[in-house]
């Protein structure tokens, strides 16, 4: 069975960082994308950066670039996003999900969620 898990939320002043953790199960990365989303309330679900283990690329949201770093483990089966300079409206539930590709392919596995919220 695949599993996500999302962990390492929290509540954290302005301008300070997290590091989320995607742990998996059931599956290797490799040869799979790690996508990070995320959703505010009242907004729709964006998405905010993505590692393809077939090359080692990464994309990110306009909205985080130079503030977060998305990062594999191999060995630990685990993708990670490391956050600084947060902002208030970084405030949402993050998850991350599987596909094949960044781009193109579906999302096909989904974590739970975890919750980050900044304070101003």
């Known amino acids: 069975e695949v599993q996500l898990v999302e962990s390492g939320g929290g509540l954290v002043q302005a301008g300070g960082s997290l590091r989320l953790s995607c742990a998996a199960s059931?599956?290797?990365?490799?040869?799979?994308?790690i996508g990070w989303f995320r959703q505010a309330p009242g907004k729709e679900r964006e998405g905010v950066s993505c590692?393809?283990?077939?090359?080692?690329?990464?994309d990110y949201a306009d909205s985080v670039k130079g503030r977060f770093t998305i990062s594999s483990d191999d060995a630990k089966n685990t993708v990670y996003l490391q956050m600084n300079s947060l902002k208030p409206e970084d405030t949402a539930v993050y998850y991350c999900a599987a596909a094949v590709r960044c781009e193109g392919t579906p999302w096909g596995h989904w974590g739970q969620g975890t919750q980050v919220t900044v304070s101003s």
């Open positions: 590692f393809s283990s077939s090359d080692g690329s990464t």
């Open positions: 059931g599956f290797t990365f490799d040869g799979s994308a």
